[in-house]
């Protein structure tokens, strides 16, 4: 008997253990990925942010690479969600909300083609869900959204000193974001 209770215990742990690795992943640009990264992960539902490259031709890039080069590619996040508890309708509002749609030129202190936001698709139904929410913007704010639309194709992770940088070097980090206006930047956009 006892054995079987065990067995039983295993059993639905095992069960509740391989639900919830169930995970989806989505991959935004929005200028510096480790603005981003801290606003994607205060999201109930993402497991992990991870910062990294994505969009263009060179495989492995390095930020140097990326920044300075001729890449094609931008600085994105990878986002591991777990979709039965936050959807991609939810984390692409969240993009929305932490970036400057209308900035051609890159996104608040960081000009640059490799700032530039990109909403990245996987499937018509996220290419759907992007393409109407910007029509959904423009006629808000009457203006015309430059982000670009592009289909996922790779995703390069960026070296560890960019992971989770806002946590390791807060204050650094908060100087950073401070100086560059990110916030006085979304609040005068999108509201408080």
Not at 122 to 144: A, D, V, Y
Request: hydrophobic content about 35%; proline content about 2%; glycine content about 6%.
């Amino acid at each position: 008997m006892k054995v079987l209770f065990i067995s039983i215990i295993i059993l639905i742990n095992s069960s509740v253990v391989l639900k919830a690795q169930n995970f989806s992943k989505a991959y935004f640009a929005g200028g510096c990925f480790w603005c981003m990264e801290e606003s994607f992960e205060n999201i109930l539902g993402v497991s992990k942010v991870i910062s990294g490259y994505s969009g263009g031709t060179t495989e492995n890039p390095t930020y140097k690479e990326v920044t300075y080069g001729n890449t094609g590619h931008f600085e994105v996040i990878e986002v591991i969600y777990i979709p039965e508890v936050v959807s991609y309708e939810k984390l692409l509002k969240e993009f929305w909300l932490n970036i400057d749609p209308f900035d051609a030129a890159g996104q608040f202190c960081d000009k640059g083609y490799s700032y530039r936001s990109v909403a990245f698709y996987q499937n018509e139904k996220q290419k759907n869900l992007i393409k109407n929410s910007i029509k959904e913007i423009e006629k808000k704010f009457k203006k015309k959204v430059v982000t670009y639309v592009r289909k996922f194709d790779k995703f390069y992770k960026a070296e560890a000193f960019h992971q989770d940088y806002y946590q390791i070097n807060f204050v650094n980090y908060l100087r950073y974001k401070k100086a560059c206006r990110r916030e006085a930047t979304l609040s005068n956009i999108w509201g408080s």
